[in-house]
């Protein structure tokens, strides 16, 4: 239990390391006859590639994916899914200053506490560049999902103290920042824009629509659907929590303000975020949560080596300004990759499961 592997029957296992000759995924339980090509894959890593504007990482890669095996005549087989990226602008001369610190905010320290070494390159596996096996993996889900006419929809609701109060989802795609707000973008960027020229860096909140969900979705009690996939988005670098519809405002409610009625309709409010029990309503599923501001900055901060010495240490590389916008497409991939294995629990081996 090594902890590289998420999912029960739709089972993934990611691989590589940042500064490693690639990163990748393998898919098992892939039901056959998906039809799949690299270019459902690319669209989504491109979405999540960095140097994709002026507020994220300049690194420049293009994440190019190649599917190895599990795909033959452009549908999948049954067979494990191998999909591969190979790292191709690395500068790992950006690190050997911090070969023997342990940089604040990163999971350096952890990392040697547990296994006694640690790839300083960038962070190695603890780098968000594993997040590409993700959304190689959450591509094919999404597919599967579209058989059954689900939609999962992301965004940045707050950068910063640079909070959204529109949702217009044609325009989250239309801008770097991935915010549903028009209003609000030009604030946003400048805020993410101003961190970055101070060396510094800023969090954000992502929120996520799922529609479409059939009620009934999810297990009861340990392996509730909103339990599952706050795991999958607790798995993300960076995420800090996370919450369902109404969320910790709960607090500030009664129980007859909480409470979603029902009439014959449906249900009149979505204060529970789409499920009740553990289990799905058939609303949409509705969830947020912050991500920190990035851990790499320019501003020189104290630490110590792995001899226990006092350090003071500055991270050099090409990092994200703001973490948030790039997260995006990771939650949506997390989050479909749930709803499928949820689906698959009950319903699997054949795509006309997905019917």
């Known amino acids: 239990m090594s902890g590289n592997s998420f999912g029960k029957v739709f089972r993934i296992t990611t691989f590589g390391e940042s500064h490693g000759p690639a990163v990748g995924v393998v898919l098992d339980g892939c039901p056959a006859g998906l039809e799949l090509h690299?270019?459902?894959?690319?669209?989504?890593?491109?979405?999540?590639?960095?140097?994709?504007?002026?507020?994220?990482?300049?690194?420049?890669?293009?994440?190019?994916?190649?599917?190895?095996?599990?795909?033959?005549?452009?549908?999948?087989?049954?067979?494990?899914?191998?999909m591969i990226v190979y790292n191709k602008n690395q500068q790992s001369k950006d690190y050997s200053d911090v070969k023997d610190l342990f940089r604040p905010g990163h999971a350096d320290y952890t990392y040697f506490m547990k296994y006694g070494i640690r790839d300083y390159r960038g962070g190695g596996r603890s780098s968000s560049r594993e997040t590409i096996g993700r959304v190689a993996a959450g591509a094919v889900a999404k597919k599967l999902l579209s058989l059954k006419n689900i939609k999962i929809t992301g965004y940045v609701k707050q950068v910063g103290a640079v909070k959204g109060e529109k949702f217009d989802e044609g325009f989250i795609e239309k801008?770097?920042?991935?915010?549903?707000?028009?209003?609000?973008?030009?604030?946003?960027?400048?805020?993410?824009?101003?961190?970055?020229?101070?060396?510094?860096?800023?969090?954000?909140?992502?929120?996520?629509?799922?529609?479409?969900?059939?009620?009934?979705?999810?297990?009861?009690?340990?392996?509730?659907l909103n339990a599952d996939l706050a795991k999958a988005i607790l798995s993300l670098p960076a995420v800090k929590g996370i919450e369902f519809g109404r969320g910790f405002d709960v607090v500030y409610a009664s129980g007859s303000e909480n409470n979603d009625e029902i009439s014959s309709h449906g249900f009149l409010s979505n204060n529970a975020g789409g499920t009740l029990g553990g289990i799905?309503?058939?609303?949409?599923?509705?969830?947020?949560?912050?991500?920190?501001?990035?851990?790499?900055?320019?501003?020189?901060?104290?630490?110590?080596?792995?001899?226990?010495?006092?350090?003071?240490?500055?991270?050099?590389?090409?990092?994200?300004?703001?973490?948030?916008?790039?997260?995006?497409?990771?939650?949506?991939?997390?989050?479909?990759?749930?709803?499928?294995?949820s689906i698959m629990i009950n319903k699997n081996k054949k795509i006309s499961d997905f019917f």
């Open 175 to 224: 801008n770097p920042v991935r915010c549903a707000d028009s209003e609000k973008y030009q604030e946003m960027k400048e805020y993410i824009l101003k961190a970055k020229e101070n060396g510094d860096s800023v969090g954000g909140i992502v929120e996520v629509i799922i529609k479409g969900v059939e009620p009934g979705l999810g297990e009861p009690v340990f392996d509730r």
């Open 38 to 82: 690299e270019d459902d894959i690319q669209q989504e890593l491109d979405r999540r590639r960095p140097g994709q504007s002026e507020i994220t990482t300049p690194r420049n890669e293009p994440d190019k994916v190649e599917i190895l095996s599990g795909v033959f005549k452009g549908k999948t087989t049954g067979t494990p899914v191998c």
């Open 280 to 341: 799905s309503t058939g609303q949409d599923i509705v969830f947020r949560f912050p991500v920190k501001p990035a851990s790499s900055i320019l501003i020189p901060k104290q630490t110590i080596d792995k001899f226990g010495n006092s350090r003071e240490v500055v991270t050099k590389g090409r990092h994200d300004p703001c973490v948030a916008p790039r997260v995006v497409p990771v939650a949506e991939a997390m989050a479909s990759l749930v709803i499928v294995d």
